[in-house]
């Protein structure tokens, strides 16, 4: 257990110090131990005694020794470590009015926070029998499940929602699907004009011929040579007009190239999909109109700019403008050599050396000594130098 003081139950610290009275020899802080008085066990000298001490000694009477009771700090710490040793006893004894009010609250607390009681094995086991006993009712369905939501939701049961069917993909080309529309578009031709050819022809001839084996047969040879020659003429009439249409195609695009080269742009990338194909023939004429009027005032603009592109150039035409720059440079007067003025390049005075290390410049003695050092005195060479026209002026 720490140590203490008597009297008011501090702590000894390092600046606490713990001091014995002389009397009785219990343990007192320096506060409490401030009562001096003759003690019998030291000779009857002056020392450092407790107050009950100090009291007894100085009024001489041992007898009131009985009535005096421990001090109030120490019956707290007994109080405390009685309801330690008994759980319980009530812990509020020795205890102020508001001491006694915050451990009620506390008690009140570990109540509350108590959990609750477990229950045993045999009640586990009779929770389990109980409902094991109890009626189940029928599991819904997965179908009623989904009704049900779609319910509460306020929308239709799922199975009145369509359901999408997967399509395969078309793998054909652009010419397989258009071979394959105009042979289904000849067979539907040719069928319904055999019904309408079999009908009022099978009439008339049951007219004429109401039992007649042989003239049926005809009919039905006569029936199957029209409608050869009627798919073969539809088959005919279909290439004609694919036909028509990829030339179609073809002027178009070639327009559009010549258009790119005029608008200065790569008419390698130009495709049938960047163009604007019309439907009829009349769209046809009109945007090739179109088209030759954009061309013709483009040319007009390039004209009148001084600007012009060559849209085949040949190499005839090349070889005669190569000789007629030829030619123009050869008669073209040649620009006169720059003339070098004969003055120092640093004084300007009248220059007398010319430096090939500094690049031919001209110096005078004075200036080629000043401006160059020992090594380039020795490494640059010079030469004299004297200008073409002595006397003239500049």
């Not at 929308?155 to 009145?160: M, V, Y």
């Not at 050869?330 to 005075?349: D, F, S, T, V």
Request: hydrophobic content about 30%; aromatic content about 4%.
């Amino acid at each position: 257990m720490e140590s203490r003081c008597y009297g008011c139950a501090a702590k000894f610290t390092l600046f606490k110090k713990e001091n014995g009275c002389k009397n009785c020899g219990r343990a007192f802080c320096s506060s409490c131990l401030s009562f001096s008085a003759a003690v019998p066990r030291a000779g009857n000298t002056q020392q450092k005694v407790c107050k009950r001490c100090y009291e007894v000694l100085t009024r001489g009477s041992s007898a009131n020794a009985s009535k005096w009771s421990p001090p109030q700090n120490y019956k707290k710490r007994m109080a405390a470590l009685e309801a330690k040793q008994k759980p319980g006893t009530p812990r509020s004894q020795g205890l102020s009015y508001q001491d006694q009010v915050i451990a009620e609250r506390l008690a009140r607390l570990r109540q509350e926070n108590k959990p609750k009681s477990v229950p045993s094995q045999a009640e586990i086991e009779a929770r389990l029998a109980a409902l094991r006993d109890e009626p189940q009712g029928s599991i819904p369905s997965t179908q009623e499940m989904e009704a049900r939501l779609a319910a509460l939701q306020g929308r239709g049961p799922p199975s009145w929602t369509p359901q999408s069917a997967y399509q395969t993909p078309d793998t054909r080309t652009q010419a397989q699907q258009a071979h394959d529309l105009l042979t289904q578009l000849t067979a539907e031709v040719a069928i319904d004009e055999s019904q309408e050819q079999r009908g009022p022809a099978a009439s008339i001839q049951n007219d004429r011929n109401p039992a007649g084996p042989g003239g049926q047969s005809a009919n039905s040879k006569g029936q199957t040579t029209s409608s050869l020659e009627e798919e073969n003429r539809l088959l005919a009439e279909a290439a004609d007009k694919l036909q028509e249409e990829n030339m179609r195609q073809e002027k178009i695009l070639a327009f559009t190239k010549r258009l790119a080269i005029l608008q200065g742009q790569d008419p390698d990338r130009v495709t049938l999909q960047d163009c604007h194909i019309p439907e009829s023939e009349d769209d046809e004429e009109t945007a090739i109109q179109r088209v030759l009027q954009q061309l013709t005032e483009e040319a007009a603009l390039d004209e009148a700019s001084g600007f012009t592109i060559p849209v085949a150039p040949t190499l005839q035409p090349q070889a005669q403008s190569c000789r007629a720059e030829s030619e123009a440079r050869a008669l073209a007067p040649k620009p006169e050599a720059e003339e070098e003025l004969p003055w120092c390049c640093i004084c300007n005075e009248d220059a007398t050396l010319r430096c090939a290390g500094c690049d031919g410049d001209l110096y005078c003695v004075r200036c080629f000594r000043e401006g160059h050092d020992a090594f380039e005195l020795k490494e640059h060479q010079t030469s004299a130098y004297h200008p073409q026209h002595a006397g003239r002026e500049y």
